[in-house]
């Protein structure tokens, strides 16, 4: 069961994180988009629900950021980065793969959201 949630998280990832450009570029003859990258932001996304104390770290530097504090500045960012549209790089499609593997993850077991909580030490 759990290959069949993480292909559906992966492949669904693809879709949800198309979307948005897709309709925002359908008319730019001069736009194209190809790869998995939307994709992958869903499965990291994912791993930051299920295991927000996780810590990600950068090549060549030694100290860990806390994956949900990496999370929130990786939205802030992709949002801002896909605003401006200055480079070649799909920030729209990793916003929005982040967006859909939290979703996921919260739909596929709600208890998945109180975990979360629970991780980082907040009651209700």
Do not use: C
């Given at each position: 069961?759990?290959?069949?949630?993480?292909?559906?998280l992966?492949?669904?990832?693809?879709?949800?994180?198309?979307?948005?450009?897709?309709?925002?570029?359908?008319?730019?003859?001069?736009?194209?988009?190809?790869?998995?990258?939307?994709?992958?932001?869903?499965?990291?996304?994912?791993?930051?629900?299920?295991?927000?104390?996780?810590?990600?770290?950068?090549?060549?530097?030694?100290?860990?950021?806390?994956?949900?504090?990496?999370?929130?500045?990786?939205?802030?960012?992709?949002?801002?980065?896909?605003?401006?549209?200055?480079?070649n790089?799909?920030?729209?499609?990793?916003?929005?793969?982040?967006?859909?593997?939290?979703?996921?993850?919260?739909?596929?077991?709600?208890?998945?959201?109180?975990?979360?909580?629970?991780?980082?030490?907040?009651?209700?």
């Amino acid at each position: 069961m759990a290959i069949l949630y993480f292909l559906l998280l992966y492949v669904g990832g693809v879709f949800f994180s198309s979307i948005y450009d897709y309709f925002k570029q359908q008319n730019n003859v001069y736009y194209s988009a190809v790869g998995a990258s939307g994709a992958v932001a869903a499965v990291v996304f994912a791993s930051i629900i299920l295991y927000p104390q996780g810590k990600i770290f950068f090549f060549f530097i030694p100290i860990g950021i806390p994956s949900w504090i990496f999370g929130i500045l990786y939205l802030v960012y992709s949002a801002y980065m896909g605003k401006r549209s200055k480079d070649n790089i799909g920030h729209n499609a990793h916003f929005w793969g982040a967006v859909f593997g939290v979703i996921f993850t919260m739909a596929v077991n709600s208890e998945n959201v109180s975990r979360f909580y629970e991780q980082l030490g907040v009651s209700f």
